[in-house]
């Protein structure tokens, strides 16, 4: 059995080392390749940390709707039963996602999501993927032609982590790309075995005239490639 999981936050800002946190979490579970109905799903209290406005009009979460809800040091280990040792995928997470996350369970004193458990689809997007102007997930979702009518108001973590789930299984359906280099080193390979480019390109079997030869001789020497006294 291969289990996946793939998961989105949504946080109150950019800076979790200025503070920031993180106010909602949702995750889902993909299994041989197939999107489960087993999901994890948490808004957050921020512990007091204001929502800014520019954050809200992403997510539209507000501190009045988090007041009566949880705090990470309740929900942090629900999250890392939920995971166990699968691997995990978010969307720019490597830039993101879990360096957020694991400083919040760092703060919880729990165990962080080591790097080897880690997957990035930007970066699997990034080597499987030509064409697409950009690889946000709703670009990706676009081009593969996945609803993004979910999401037509708001962003949400768990209605993300169900559309990369979508994107990330369409991923794993699409051949690697090729290795360019390895193309362009083929391609001179088979350029320098052509019979008129490799060892056996035609040769002059004559010699060059005497004044074919002066002139370039002169050549030579008003380009100051060779001094005037050098035959």
């Known amino acids: 059995m291969k289990r996946i999981i793939c998961f989105d936050i949504e946080t109150t800002g950019l800076e979790y080392l200025r503070g920031d946190r ?4 949702g995750a889902v579970e993909v299994i041989d390749g197939q999107i489960t ?3 994890f799903h948490e808004y957050i209290n921020p ?3 204001i ?4 954050s809200y009009m992403v997510h539209k979460i507000s501190n009045a709707f988090l007041e009566d809800k949880p705090k990470m040091a309740e929900i942090a ?3 890392l039963e939920f995971i166990g040792d699968s691997p995990i995928v978010a969307h720019n997470g490597f830039d993101f996602d879990f360096p957020f996350i694991n400083h919040e369970l760092s703060m919880m004193g729990l165990p962080q999501i080591p790097r080897n458990q880690q997957m990035d689809s930007i970066v699997i997007a990034r080597n499987r993927v030509f064409g697409p102007k950009s ?5 990706l979702a676009k081009w593969y032609g996945i609803s993004l009518t979910a999401r037509a108001d708001a ?6 982590a169900e559309i990369l789930a979508k994107v990330f299984l369409e991923l794993e359906n699409t051949a690697p790309a090729p290795d360019v280099a390895e193309i362009i080193a083929k391609q001179h390979e088979a350029m320098l075995n052509h019979p008129k480019v490799g060892g056996d390109f035609p040769r002059r079997s004559f010699p060059a005239p005497e004044e074919d030869l002066a002139a370039h001789h002169e050549f030579l020497v008003k380009a100051k490639i060779i001094e005037e006294t050098q035959q």
Request: aromatic share 8%; net charge negative.
């Open 37 to 39: 109905n087993n999901s």
């Open 155 to 160: 962003h949400g973590a768990l209605i993300d």
């Open 135 to 139: 690889y946000s997930l709703d670009a």
């Open 22 to 25: 993180c106010i909602e979490i």
């Open 51 to 54: 929502i800014p406005p520019d």
């Open 77 to 79: 280990p629900k999250f």
């Open 47 to 49: 512990d007091g940390k």
